[in-house]
């Protein structure tokens, strides 16, 4: 079975510093992982995604993550946090062998970022 | 490109009675999922459609169905509403089925039941 862990319910930064959001997941096969991010009062928007191709990806608005298949992690990163990026984020995994639609997604962790 | 359209954006139903939501997919997309989010229990799938018909079921009880028009547009009804049904209704699209393919997700429809 997959399932995917975010380690973080809440992190706070300062703007301007580094942020990560640390992810780990369980699957059998070799997953495909996302990072969503949902800011309140709104629908999820895709961060990025690893489908198998390099292991480390680029996403929108600075973000990147880094897929490490022997500590099973997915950590996204930020170099620099803005006050835009206060939202909260989703690890979210999905296996290969896809069950028809169904996304698994983390708990969430809540990124406050401070002036 | 127009996004992922949900209506309504709220709605507020009693205890028992019925509810039906609206998604509209990206154009030219199939495949259309439906998930639940609440506080307790986070994002939990429900169903996803494909060329009308269902391909996958979330662990949901019966009251929750869906269906898929020939347009790819979607409705899911929840029949005699509980308490616990409160939540935001999260649609996504996709080109192809199956998770693999990337979802993009409409703004949600918030449900309060009282």
């Known amino acids: 079975a997959q399932s995917v862990t975010q380690l973080d319910s809440h992190v706070s930064v300062s703007e301007g510093t580094p942020v990560l959001l640390r992810c780990n997941y369980s699957?059998?096969?070799?997953?495909?992982l996302f990072w969503y991010v949902q800011h309140p009062n709104k629908g999820l928007q895709l961060l990025l995604k690893?489908?198998?191709?390099?292991?480390l990806v680029k996403g929108i608005n600075g973000f990147e993550a880094e897929f490490k298949k022997s500590e099973t992690s997915f950590h996204l990163t930020k170099p620099s946090a803005h006050m835009s990026d206060a939202a909260e984020y989703f690890c979210?995994?999905?296996?290969?062998?896809?069950?028809?639609?169904?996304?698994?997604f983390g708990q969430g962790t809540e990124l406050s970022v401070k002036p | 490109k127009a996004g992922v359209t949900q209506t309504p954006r709220y709605l507020i139903k009693t205890r028992g009675q019925q509810v039906t939501l609206s998604c509209s997919p990206i154009?030219?997309?199939?495949?259309v999922s439906w998930y639940q989010q609440t506080p307790g229990q986070g994002l939990q799938f429900l169903f996803e459609?494909?060329?009308?018909?269902?391909?996958n079921k979330g662990n949901f009880p019966g009251r929750f169905s869906g269906r898929q028009f020939s347009n790819s547009r979607s409705e899911m009804n929840v029949s005699t509403l509980e308490l616990g049904d409160s939540a935001l209704y999260l649609c996504?699209?996709?080109?192809?089925?199956?998770?693999?393919?990337?979802?993009?997700f409409g703004p949600g429809t918030r449900l309060t039941v009282l």
């Open positions: 996504a699209s996709s080109l192809l089925a199956g998770a693999i393919d990337t979802q993009y």
């Open positions: 699957s059998s096969y070799s997953p495909s």
């Open positions: 690893y489908t198998s191709a390099a292991t």
């Open positions: 979210v995994v999905s296996p290969i062998y896809n069950q028809g639609g169904k996304l698994i």
């Open positions: 154009s030219g997309h199939r495949s």
């Open positions: 459609y494909f060329s009308e018909t269902q391909r």
